[in-house]
């Protein structure tokens, strides 16, 4: 495990099997999208890298992309994202803590190499003010039902 947002119910995950690095992202456990790399990595040191281009709007999708090295290794389509958070699961690095997000792997799955830094990079939304604030509204709702 490289690095896990969520569990069975929804989330995505980055990781390693087989020695192939693999992004999924689970659509609250209705839809998966598994993007892998069909090369195994070479031994020693390595940067992976996921990139989202979204297409924007609440829940679209859009196109996942996974590197080895600044080397693109697989390309896939996301159809739909999640339009808040993925519940109060945590997000985890060297291991999933939680229910696994893939049903790949059993947690904890701990990594068994290093892990020298993570880095997530997010762009400015592209959401309009009326889709921020349908964003903020249903984020509102469900934390009131939750309390």
Not at 48 to 58: A, S, V
Not at 110 to 127: D, F, N, Q, R
Request: positive net charge.
């Amino acid at each position: 495990m490289l690095a896990a947002e969520g569990g069975v119910p929804g989330g995505f995950t980055l990781f390693v099997k087989g020695g192939k690095p693999v992004y999924e992202y689970n659509y609250f456990a209705h839809e998966r999208y598994r993007i892998a790399s069909s090369e195994a990595l070479a031994p020693g040191p390595a940067v992976i890298r996921m990139e989202f281009k979204y297409d924007g709007g609440i829940g679209k999708g859009g196109t996942a992309a996974l590197f080895v090295n600044d080397k693109k290794v697989a390309e896939g389509r996301i159809e739909k994202t999640c339009p808040s958070r993925f519940g109060a699961e945590s997000f985890d690095v060297g291991m999933d803590n939680g229910s696994p997000v893939s049903e790949d792997y059993r947690a904890p799955f701990a990594y068994a190499g290093t892990i020298k830094k993570v880095e997530i990079h997010l762009a400015p939304s592209a959401l309009s003010a009326r889709d921020r604030k349908a964003v903020r509204d249903a984020e509102r709702k469900a934390a009131l039902a939750i309390e």
